[in-house]
Structure formats: structure tokens, C-alpha cells
């Protein structure tokens, strides 16, 4: 058994050795031994009896280690065929590329002969190509003479023989011709066309001018002052008509070669204008007559040619455009709609007189920004004109009327400077007035719930006619530049205001202090209202895209709120009034109570720990040492729910029970010890009289003195319940260290006596203020 176990042992050594020369690594050896020693461990075991299984074991593995020796050697005897394979298919394919090589070689030289003598043949076949080309531009420039000739020459017939229309036609066709011609190089010929196309235009267009001109003065154009209605149509009224239609319909059809002659483009917009095509050429003509009218008595050394009178001229133009409507509507628009033009008649009229009064306020406006009265009396009447143009003549507001005018950068900011200028004057003659500070309204319950004094009511009227000053202007820049100018006039009131407030700050009982809180409140209740004016929500939305440069930066928060409309333009200044009206309230406040403290004072230091108790009178009634308080308190409310407005008044009085009820309860029921009669008798001044004089202006006053109203019912607590709510709070102290769900609240308690305000600590001080009985 010996031997075999040696004989065992050899040949698992040798198997080790084996495996160990295949392994690829140290870490794989180690694996390799684990694995065999796992399958010694595995098939024999401990067991002695186990050793007769190895000589199996070695047979088994003997043959599968031959098993794979074969495997081995079939690959190996394998793999030198296929190389050799694949060796042989390159060699074949090197041939094949060596051959392919060969003939492209060859092609490329025969190629290369090829163009070479091809060259030749290709040079002259370009040249002819070239002769060609030449030869065909010279026929196509020749084409177009003769075209052009054709045309003057058809034109011309068409003239001597006065068929208009066919001249018309052939007019419009050299122009579509020369249209045609203007990405061509030909200079000349582009100078020959324009000038045959100007040429032939010029004698038609007279022609029909004349003719237009003749029927127009048979319906007695223009129209300078208002037209009369004729008893009975003249005998050819039809013909007249008929012409008129035929005449305007012929100049529409020339409305192409007119503009083309004459270069119009688009008249550039203005700023939140759209552009505007040129004006057809019946309108041109009709505006003839009016535009010399116009330049005879408005230019030159002519009386009505006065700086002074912007009016006249202005005016003028109105009335034209107001005499002339009928005619346009009823005569020459149904020709418009009928020739497929998509143009209003009375509209392009008033186009054409509006630039006649546009260039005569451009001559005049920097003539005048010298001269500050001139200058606003110009500014007035311009504004006027445009409300007037958009309102009565309903002229579109897409097209731009003469307030661009003031737009120009010199004359705008002239006009703004006017502005402040003028608002500051009326401000210092406002304020100096005698009536300043007095409400025009007083004896007006209904109107005056403001209570705004003259001078902050006609302030606020300036910036509204200010507003509506600039409200028209077709720029948001402009609009948001006057924005800023009466931002900066508010702030400058609001300044004024403080200075006036300072003065009056002796006496804020008097009747100018409440006149100075009435006028911050008045404006920025009125500023407030604006913020939520569509207007002015457009100008904050325009602010946040155009507003930094007219308004200073904005910060990222400012700007996101002001894009979310979350915030206002007028943010700022309602922070700063709000500021001015709470410290003119505090001031008031302390004034009242300054004044109700002292009268207090005997109050405060009664006996009320020995005051009779309630059984022992026959009727309570208010301390005596109280009255001068009561008296003291009723006659401010009185005085300055006159002279505060409702808003203010409510903010004052509820303001005033807050400090009252500090004040009764620190330094009055906290300083004291009470006996029943003096808890009593406290109560009765509190409920019956003091919460009272707060009873006209709210249903239940008792609720703005919580403290008061308490500390009342704690210490008019019977003597039982007393008792009981003492042990209440002691065990509520004693069960402080105990976890929170095993802790008794004494709040409940508490809220069942009708006690919400106070904490335990506070009831348990008020319970010791008690008479002496209750702490024996």
C-alpha cells in the first residue's frame, strides 16, 4: 500500500509539473494547483480505503490528456495548408494589380495624346464661340434699339392720332423694358431708354395733366372753403363723370413709368411707423393747385408766413382735408376700387397735404428753439394737429402724421428741457400758493375721500397733461425719455414734501402737517392706480428691452420683475412715499399718545387695589381720573378723522389702539395690584368706555386690545376659577421635565376663558397682581 501511495504521489507531482509548464503566469500556477489538489481532495478524500479509486483517476486523465494532445497536433497540421492558400491568392492578385497597372499607363498616354491634339481643334472652336457670343449681344443690343424705336414710333402714332390708351400701353411697356435693363452692363443704352421712356412720359403726362386739370375744374376743385350742394346737376354732369373715370384710370396705368422716371422709393418709416408707398399720380396732380396755395401764403415775406402762428398753416391744412372728403369718397374712390387699386382716396389726400405741413415744420421748429414761448405754443398746436388728424379724419395710425417732427434729436431735447423747465415753475407757484395746502373739495363729503390739497392735486393734473403729451409719440424711447422726466419730478415733489413735513414737524396735529400726509398718500395712491394703466404696462414692457439706456440699469431682479409685470415703473417712488407716510404717521402717533400718557398719568397711579367693589355701588361709572384721557383721546380721533383721508385715518386709528394697548397694559395693569372692585371698575373703563370710542369706526374694537381685554377677564376671574387655573399653570411648571405627549397644556384652558393672546407666563404675572388674598 506503500508503494502505491508513493506511485499516487509521483504522479500527481507529475501532474503538477505538467500543467505548471503550460501555465501562462504565477497567478494561473497557483490556480492550476489549487485545482488540482481540490480534485485529489474531491475523488480520494481522508479516507485510506479511498486509495484504490487513484489508479481510475490516472486512466481517466491519461486519456483525456491524449484526447487533447490529438486535438493539438489535427490543428497544427492544419494551419501551414491555409497559409500557404492565402500566400498563393496574393501572389495572384499582386499579378493581376501589375497587369491592371500596365494598361493604365498605357491609356493615360494614349489620353494625353489625344488632348493634345484636341487642343488645337478646341482653341478654334473657342475663338468662333467667342465671335458668336459677341456677334448675338451685338444682335440683342440692336433688338433693343429697335425695340425702343418701335415703341417711340408707335407712341408717337398713337399721340397724332389720340388713342391714349394705346399710348399708355406702350409707355408701360418701355418701362417695362427699361426695368428689364437695369441689371444689363449697357450703360448707354440704359441712359438712351430712360431718357426716350422720360421724353415720351413727359408729353403724355402733360397731355392728361391738362385734360385732368380741366375736369376737375368743372367739379370746381379744389375746394377752399366748405362745397355748397347745387339746386339741379349740370346737363353733361354723365360726360364730365365719364371723362373724370377715363382720365384718373389713364394716369394710374402711367403711375408705373412715373415712379420709375422719377426714382421714388418707399418713404423711410419712422420710428413705430410702417413705410408708405409714393403717392399715385391723380393725387399729385389734384394736390397742384393746393400746394401752391399753400407756399404762397405760408413761405416768403407773406403775413401769414408767421413763426408765431404755426396755427394758421396747420389749421389750414385741416380744413382742406375737410372739404375735400366728400369729393374723394364719393367721386374718386369708387374709380380707385374699380382700377383694383387697394387705396383710400381721402387718405392719400391728406398723405399729400401732410407733407406740406411736415417740411414747413421742419423749416420751422429749429427756428425756434430759442425762444421757450414760441417753441410751446408750436409743441401745443403740433399735438393738437395730430389728435385731430387721428380723430376727426380717422387718418391710419400706420402711417406717420408730423409728430416725428419733434423727434428730431435737438428739437426733442429742447422739448424736454421746455417741459421740466415748466413743470418746476408751476410746482414752486403751486406750493407758494395761498390756498396750497387746502382741499377745494372740503365741503364735498362725496368727491373729497382723498382729502388731497390743491398743490398735489394739480400736480398730479400736470403729470396727467404730460402724460397725455407724450402718450401719441410713435417712439417707445421717447415716451419712456418723458417717463423718466416725471419720475424725476415726483421725486422732486416728494423732496419738497420732507422739507415742508420738517417744518411742520412741531405741530403734527396741525392742520398743514395732515394736509403734507394727505398729499403722499393722494400720489401714491394715484401712481399706484397707474401702474396697473395698460399704457404704462406697455412702457415697462418696452423699459425692459430699451430702458437702460433712459432709465439707468437694471438689475437682473428689477428687470425680471418688470418683465413679469410683477413690479411696477413707479416702484421705487411708491417705496420712497411709503417711507415718507410711515414716518409722518409715527410722528402723529407719538404726538396722540405723548399727549394721551400724560393725561393718563392720574389713572395710572389710582388705588386700585382698594377701590369698593361693584356690589357695593349702586351704579359703576368711568373713573374720574380717566376722563381727562377719554376726552384727551376722543377729540384727536375727532380732529383728524376731518382732516385725514379715510385710508390714512384707518391706518391711524388702528396704529393708535396698538400702542394704547401697550400702554394701558405695561403701564398700567402690570404696575397695579387689583382688588375685585378695582378689576372691576377697570374692566367697566375699558369695555364701557374706551373700546367705545373705537366702536365708529369698526364692529368690534375689543379685538385691537387683546391685552387690555385679557388682562380684564383674568382679573375679574371669579374666586374658584382663579383658584383652579393657578393649579393649572403650576402643574403646566412642574411638568416641564416630563417628555411633551405627558405634559399638561394649560393653553386650552386658556382659550376656553376666552384667552388667546397672552402666554402662561403673563396670565400667572396677572394672577399675582390679584389682591393679597389670593397669595396667602
Known amino acids: 500500500m506503500m508503494e502505491h501511495n508513493n506511485h499516487s504521489s509521483n504522479e500527481l507531482s507529475h501532474l503538477k509539473r505538467t500543467d505548471s509548464s503550460k501555465s501562462e503566469s504565477p497567478s494561473e500556477d497557483g490556480n492550476l494547483a489549487d485545482d488540482v489538489v481540490e480534485l485529489v481532495q474531491k475523488e480520494i478524500g481522508g479516507d485510506l480505503k479511498s486509495l484504490k479509486k487513484v489508479s481510475g483517476l490516472l486512466e481517466k486523465l491519461t486519456l483525456e490528456n491524449k484526447q487533447l494532445e490529438e486535438q493539438v497536433l489535427t490543428v497544427s497540421s492544419s ?16 499579378v493581376k494589380l501589375d497587369s491592371l497597372l500596365e494598361e493604365e499607363t498605357l491609356l493615360s498616354n494614349n489620353l494625353q495624346k489625344h488632348l493634345q491634339g484636341a487642343q488645337v481643334w478646341s482653341d478654334s472652336i473657342g475663338q468662333v464661340m467667342g465671335q458668336l457670343d459677341t456677334l448675338e449681344r451685338h444682335m440683342k443690343y440692336l433688338q433693343c434699339l429697335a425695340r425702343i424705336e418701335e415703341l417711340s414710333d408707335r407712341i408717337q402714332q398713337y399721340l397724332m392720332t389720340n388713342s391714349m390708351w394705346d399710348a399708355v400701353g406702350a409707355i ?19 441712359a438712351f431708354i430712360r431718357e426716350t421712356l422720360r421724353f415720351w412720359h413727359k408729353i403724355l403726362k402733360d397731355k392728361l395733366s391738362s385734360d385732368f386739370e380741366e375736369v376737375l375744374t368743372q367739379f370746381h376743385w379744389p375746394f377752399i372753403s ?8 349740370p346737363a353733361n354732369a354723365q360726360e364730365i363723370k365719364s371723362q373724370l373715370e377715363l382720365l384718373v384710370s389713364q394716369l394710374l396705368s402711367l403711375q408705373t413709368s412715373d415712379d420709375l422716371i422719377s426714382e421714388k422709393k418707399e418713404i423711410p418709416s419712422h420710428p413705430g411707423q410702417s413705410q408708405t408707398p409714393p403717392l399715385s399720380l391723380p393725387i399729385q396732380i389734384m394736390l397742384l393747385p393746393l400746394s401752391k396755395r399753400f407756399r404762397y401764403h405760408f413761405t416768403g415775406n407773406r403775413q401769414t408766413n408767421n413763426l408765431s402762428k404755426p396755427e394758421w398753416y396747420l389749421t389750414q391744412v385741416l380744413i382742406w382735408m375737410g372739404n375735400s372728403s366728400n369729393f374723394m369718397d364719393e367721386k374718386i374712390q369708387p374709380i380707385l376700387d374699380r382700377a383694383g387699386k387697394k387705396v383710400n382716396a381721402r387718405v392719400e389726400l391728406c398723405r399729400g397735404l401732410l407733407t406740406l405741413a411736415q417740411e414747413k415744420l421742419a423749416q420751422d421748429a429749429p427756428r425756434l428753439l430759442y425762444d421757450d414761448a414760441l417753441f410751446c405754443h408750436l409743441v401745443d398746436e403740433v399735438l393738437q394737429f395730430e389728435k385731430e388728424l387721428r380723430s376727426t379724419h380717422s387718418y391710419p395710425r400706420a402711417y406717420p402724421g408730423v409728430l416725428h417732427i419733434l423727434l428730431e434729436e435737438t428739437v426733442f431735447q429742447k422739448w424736454l428741457s421746455v417741459e421740466r423747465k415748466m413743470a418746476v415753475e408751476k410746482v414752486d407757484a403751486m406750493l407758494s400758493a395761498e390756498g396750497a395746502w387746502s ?11 382723498l382729502k388731497a390739497p390743491d398743490c398735489a392735486e394739480t400736480f398730479m393734473t400736470l403729470l396727467l397733461v404730460i402724460t397725455e403729451r407724450y402718450r401719441s409719440l410713435p417712439c417707445s424711447r421717447a415716451q419712456l425719455s418723458f417717463l423718466a422726466l416725471q419720475k424725476e419730478l415726483v421725486d422732486d415733489f416728494r423732496i419738497r414734501l420732507t422739507q415742508v413735513m420738517k417744518e411742520e414737524s ?10 403734507i400726509l394727505n398729499a403722499a398718500n393722494y400720489i401714491s395712491t394715484v401712481l399706484s392706480d397707474w401702474g396697473d394703466n395698460i399704457f404704462f404696462l406697455q412702457l415697462q414692457q418696452a423699459a425692459v428691452s430699451v430702458g437702460e439706456e433712459i432709465l439707468g440699469p437694471l438689475g437682473a431682479t428689477e428687470a425680471g420683475r418688470l418683465a413679469s409685470l410683477e413690479g411696477s415703473l413707479f416702484e421705487a417712488l411708491l417705496a420712497l412715499l411709503e417711507r415718507l407716510r410711515g414716518d409722518m404717521l409715527g410722528r402723529l402717533w407719538d404726538a396722540v399718545m405723548r399727549d394721551s400718557k400724560e393725561k393718563a398719568q392720574p389713572y395710572c397711579k389710582d388705588r386700585w387695589i382698594s377701590l369698593p367693589s361693584q356690589s357695593d355701588q349702586a351704579t359703576m361709572s368711568l373713573s374720574s ?24 385715518f384707518q391706518m391711524f386709528w388702528q396704529g ?22 378695582g378689576a372691576a371698575q377697570l374692566q367697566y373703563d375699558m369695555t364701557r368706555n374706551l373700546f367705545p370710542l373705537f366702536g365708529h369706526y369698526c364692529k368690534r374694537p375689543e379685538n385691537f386690545f387683546k391685552h387690555v381685554k385679557e388682562a380684564c377677564i383674568i382679573l375679574t376671574l371669579k374666586v374658584g376659577p382663579a383658584l383652579l387655573l393657578c393649579d393649572v399653570l403650576k402643574q403646566s411648571e ?30 400667572q404675572i396677572l394672577l399675582n397682581l390679584r389682591s393679597a388674598w389670593l397669595n396667602q
Open 172 to 190: 408701360d411697356r418701355m418701362a417695362s423694358l427699361d426695368m428689364d435693363l437695369r441689371e444689363s452692363g449697357c450703360s448707354h443704352l440704359q
Open 656 to 677: 393708535l389702539t396698538e400702542r394704547l394697548d401697550c400702554f394701558i397694559y405695561e403701564d398700567l395693569i402690570l404696575y397695579n395690584h387689583f382688588n375685585e372692585g
Open 439 to 449: 382741499s377745494q373739495y372740503k365741503d364735498i363729503t362725496d368727491v373729497d375721500e
Open 625 to 648: 381720573s380717566a376722563c381727562p384721557m377719554m376726552l384727551c383721546l376722543r377729540d384727536h380721533l375727532l380732529q383728524l378723522q376731518q382732516m385725514l383721508c379715510l385710508p390714512l
Open 226 to 233: 366748405p362745397p355748397t350742394q347745387t339746386l339741379s346737376p
Open 506 to 515: 412741531r405741530q403734527p396735529l396741525s392742520p398743514r402737517y395732515c394736509a
Open 79 to 94: 494551419v501551414p495548408l491555409r497559409v500557404s492558400a492565402a500566400l498563393s491568392a496574393a501572389e495572384e492578385s499582386r
Open 734 to 763: 412642574e411638568d416641564d421635565g416630563l417628555p411633551k405627549h405627558q405634559q399638561s397644556s394649560p393653553e386650552s384652558v386658556l382659550n376656553e376663558l376666552g384667552v388667546y393672546k397672552l402666554a402662561p407666563s403673563d396670565v
